[in-house]
């Protein structure tokens, strides 16, 4: 069980805290996203512009 969910069950922290940790972690997931699909762009790039070199 998720930490912040089992603190939220037993009320250690308001609901809100809880929705404010979660926005986060999405946040955090769509940022690790849109560099993963920026670092695979490069990457492609890179490999284009040496096969353009070789060629």
Do not use: P
């Amino acid at each position: 069980m998720d930490f912040s969910l089992a603190l939220a069950k037993f009320g250690l922290f308001e609901s809100k805290d809880h929705q404010l940790v979660e926005e986060d972690r999405a946040s955090i997931s769509r940022t690790r996203r849109a560099i993963d699909l920026q670092e695979q762009e490069l990457i492609y790039m890179a490999l284009l512009d040496e096969r353009q070199k070789s060629a």
